[in-house]
């Protein structure tokens, strides 16, 4: 009998982890041009993590972001948060490749605080490529799927979501607005994980197996739950529409906790 193991699950029953094979070589110059330029000494870098559809292999030229996690030697001061952020505008005009560059920026006594365990240690154990730098991840074991790791990364939802009402509310251009939709509503489905039973075998890794598994346990919220599957691959929606209904399910999540 061949029995398959459930979706994100591996053979041993721990969360599935970042593909380890090759970069596309698309996206080669960038990340190189990446681990130089942050590197530097001024930076006061740990490490360079790589998360997302480019750490998976899945990128697309001119629609994939690049996301960063980056994990300093100390908490940074303020000079240093402008410096990264110069270093991070320079890289995004330098590659059109990508839509835009993220950075997630912690340090080390934080990642490795054993508060922040389902979250940062998670976080860079399943979902992170080390580029450059120690790999905190080796100093962490695999984790098996749990509600509490779902909350521990996806907790603050509710303010993260308001935060990007106010800036597509404020967004001054249409290019701007679409990408800030299409950052919200992939947002809002990795939200709904919150809601997973304690006892459930899945553990979701795309968009699609997030929605498939909400719809699954809310099936009187497919409609709406699809609206947001469609505005994060493509947006294009009205701003009031859009925001309308990203309060209107916020609220919900919010009530269903």
Same mark, same amino acid.
């Given at each position: 009998?061949?029995? @398959?193991?459930?979706?994100?699950?591996?053979?041993?029953?721990?969360? !599935?982890? /970042?593909?380890?094979?090759?970069? @596309?070589?698309? &996206?080669?110059?960038?990340?190189?041009?990446?681990?130089?330029?942050?590197?530097?000494?001024? &930076?006061?870098?740990?490490?360079?993590?790589?998360?997302?559809?480019?750490?998976?292999?899945?990128?697309?030229?001119?629609?994939?972001?690049?996301?960063?996690?980056?994990?300093?030697? %100390?908490?940074?001061?303020?000079?240093?948060?402008? +410096?990264?952020?110069?270093?991070?505008?320079?890289?995004?005009? $330098?590659?059109? +490749? /990508?839509?835009?560059?993220?950075?997630?920026?912690?340090?080390?006594?934080?990642?490795?605080?054993?508060?922040?365990?389902?979250?940062?240690?998670?976080?860079?154990?399943?979902?992170? $490529?080390?580029?450059?730098? %120690?790999?905190?991840? !080796?100093?962490?074991?695999?984790?098996?799927?749990? $509600?509490?790791?779902? !909350?521990? /990364? #996806?907790?603050? &939802?509710? +303010?993260? *979501?308001?935060?990007?009402?106010?800036?597509?509310?404020?967004?001054?251009?249409?290019?701007?607005?679409? $990408?800030?939709?299409?950052?919200?509503?992939?947002?809002?489905?990795?939200?709904?994980?919150? !809601?997973?039973?304690?006892?459930?075998?899945?553990?979701?890794?795309?968009?699609?197996?997030?929605?498939?598994?909400?719809?699954?346990?809310?099936?009187?919220?497919?409609?709406?739950?699809?609206?947001?599957?469609?505005?994060?691959? #493509?947006?294009?929606?009205?701003?009031?529409?859009?925001?309308?209904?990203?309060?209107?399910? *916020?609220?919900?999540?919010?009530?269903?906790?």
């Amino acid at each position: 009998m061949n029995i @398959q193991k459930p979706a994100g699950i591996d053979a041993d029953g721990y969360i !599935l982890t /970042v593909a380890d094979g090759p970069i @596309q070589p698309e &996206f080669q110059p960038l990340l190189t041009d990446v681990c130089a330029t942050l590197s530097r000494p001024e &930076f006061g870098l740990l490490g360079i993590y790589l998360y997302g559809s480019i750490a998976r292999g899945e990128g697309e030229i001119g629609t994939s972001d690049l996301d960063l996690s980056l994990i300093l030697v %100390e908490p940074p001061d303020a000079p240093v948060i402008e +410096q990264l952020e110069s270093a991070r505008l320079a890289l995004e005009q $330098r590659y059109p +490749q /990508v839509t835009k560059i993220d950075f997630d920026i912690g340090h080390r006594a934080q990642v490795l605080a054993p508060e922040n365990l389902n979250s940062w240690g998670f976080w860079l154990k399943h979902h992170c $490529r080390c580029l450059w730098g %120690e790999d905190l991840s !080796l100093h962490v074991e695999p984790f098996r799927p749990s $509600r509490a790791i779902a !909350l521990a /990364v #996806n907790g603050d &939802f509710e +303010q993260a *979501l308001t935060a990007y009402l106010v800036r597509i509310e404020l967004a001054s251009t249409e290019h701007t607005r679409y $990408r800030l939709q299409r950052e919200a509503a992939r947002a809002l489905i990795r939200a709904t994980h919150t !809601l997973r039973a304690e006892d459930a075998q899945i553990w979701p890794q795309t968009l699609e197996e997030y929605v498939g598994l909400f719809a699954l346990h809310y099936p009187n919220m497919r409609v709406q739950i699809a609206y947001f599957l469609f505005e994060a691959r #493509n947006p294009s929606a009205e701003r009031e529409v859009f925001t309308t209904r990203l309060r209107a399910f *916020l609220s919900w999540l919010v009530a269903a906790q």
